[in-house]
């Protein structure tokens, strides 16, 4: 029973230890991890508002790109992972990012070609449109909407 017991008293620490050791190595990976592999990995777990704080934090001389790609990530997200029942909402959403694409880089053919898709869309409804204001700086952009 007593051998039992420090067996089990064994395991126990040894997997403490082990869990331990792993946290503080994922910890330092982490830590090791470059701006933009820290960016990649916020927009993998489609925590974009995190991938932006870093990057606001850290100010580097890539910041516009950093951003023109979350941005363009977050609004492909919302349109493609959109719950139905709120796909206006999402779609007004991820129209708002785009354009934030194109405030930065006007020349992004990704952006443009996912407001295209989104607007033809809109046009297959009757009586249904984005909201007025995206509608406004859409056409200020140069897209009919």
Known sequence: MNTMRILLISLLAFGLTAACSQSETQKQNA????LEEQVEQYISN?????????????????????????????GIHLIYNADP????????????????VLEINPENEKARAEIDQILAIYRSFPD??????????????????
């Open 85 to 100: 029942s709120q796909m206006r909402e999402s779609a007004n959403n991820a129209l708002r990012e785009f354009i934030k």
């Open 128 to 145: 249904r449109q984005p909201e007025q204001e995206i509608l406004d700086e859409l056409e200020e952009m140069g897209f009919q909407v």
């Open 31 to 34: 830590a090791e991890l470059t």
């Open 46 to 74: 489609a925590n974009f508002e995190a991938a932006e704080q870093a990057v606001e934090e850290a100010a580097p001389e890539n910041a516009q790109e950093l951003k023109e790609q979350i941005h363009l990530q977050h």
